[in-house]
């Protein structure tokens, strides 16, 4: 079974920067599409950003013109690159392996990491 183990989270303050990655034990090109997650405190664990193996990319509304999701299936890795940081982008970010179906909607499959925290805050 593949793991995914994300890094990159941290402290930053409010319009700061941080780019998440998470790195899969085995090839990312055997999946059909990549994505992060987020779950806030108190609130349910949402699909921020997502991936497919032809680099199509979509983001919650939230997020446009912040985030960009990016992958290296050389590396193994997906990126998460987060500017411009707000408070309610705090959160822990989890990696997850998933299916884009032919009308752009993505599900997750059982392949998740163990979360990176992102605090913004000054």
């Known amino acids: 079974q593949v793991q995914l183990v994300e890094s990159g989270g941290g402290l930053v303050q409010p319009g700061g920067s941080l780019r998440l990655s998470c790195t899969a034990s085995?090839?990312?090109?055997?999946?059909?599409?990549m994505g992060w997650y987020r779950q806030a405190p108190g609130k349910e664990r949402e699909l921020v950003a997502r991936?497919?193996?032809?680099?199509?990319?979509k983001y919650v509304d939230s997020v446009k013109g912040r985030f960009t999701i990016s992958r290296d299936n050389a590396k193994n890795t997906v990126y998460l690159q987060m500017n411009s940081l707000k408070s309610e982008d705090t959160a822990v970010y989890y990696c997850?392996?998933?299916?884009?179906?032919?009308?752009?909607?993505?599900?997750?499959?059982?392949?998740w990491g163990k979360g990176t925290l992102v605090t913004v805050s000054s």
């Open positions: 997850n392996a998933g299916i884009v179906d032919g009308a752009g909607s993505y599900y997750a499959m059982d392949y």
């Open positions: 085995g090839s990312i090109s055997s999946f059909n599409a």
């Open positions: 991936i497919t193996s032809g680099f199509s990319t």
